[in-house]
């Protein structure tokens, strides 16, 4: 990688993991929050806003997802792994799925945007278990075409990954759903 396009990714690998962690922990109140008051006939402002707003807040969360790992890929040069690939194939066909739902104002998408990002999680779990330095329990798809899954290509703080970053975004698009689904109870 040339030396300026290393320097435009060594500050966006940092930004984009101090917001990961953020959002990481926000997303764990979140769940916290929503386990508590699942039952509860009280609604909560937070929720309902969210609830309001959950098919925009999908759409420019999977769409700026979906633009960062284009922006790494064909503008920075960074090839992705066979893992990331099948991250990618789960979070891009949301952008679609959110797009029309809020043209159609139609919140039964989160069915099956929750079952795509629900694959994505339990992918970018996997992928994030190998790069950590655990041995795999299934062979990365490692050609000449693909990066090998189990070397990241940065790690910042000490833990956070690509795949920690699939991790964040895919449970967040879980959690909007399952708030959606709360809120129009």
Same mark, same amino acid.
């Given at each position: ?9 060594? &500050? ?5 993991? =101090? ?9 764990? &109140? ?8 699942? +039952?509860?006939?009280?609604? +909560? ?22 633009? =960062?790992?284009?922006y790494y ?29 809020? =043209? ?27 790069q950590l330095?655990? +041995? ?41 759903? =399952? ?7």
């Open positions: 990688m040339p030396p300026e396009k290393e320097a435009i990714a060594t &500050v966006l690998n940092y930004y984009l993991s =101090l917001t990961t962690i953020i959002v990481g922990i926000i997303a764990v &109140v979140w769940m916290g929050v929503l386990i508590y008051k699942w +039952n509860t006939k009280k609604d +909560n402002a937070v929720f309902s806003f969210i609830s309001k707003y959950a098919l925009p807040f999908g759409f420019f969360i999977s769409l700026g997802g979906s633009a =960062l790992t284009l890929s064909e503008i920075l040069g960074l090839v992705p792994c066979g893992l990331c690939w099948i991250q990618r194939i789960l979070l891009y066909p949301q952008i679609v799925l959110f797009g029309l739902a809020w =043209l159609k104002k139609d919140i039964s998408i989160f069915f099956y945007t929750k079952w795509l990002s629900i694959a994505g999680l339990i992918v970018a779990i996997y992928h994030n278990y190998i330095g655990y +041995n795999p329990l299934f062979p990365c798809p490692v050609t000449a075409v693909f990066a090998d899954c189990a070397v990241p290509p940065f790690v910042e703080f000490g833990f956070v990954t690509f795949p920690f970053m699939a991790v964040v975004l895919f449970g967040v698009l879980i959690l909007l759903s =399952l708030t959606a689904r709360r809120g129009s109870r």
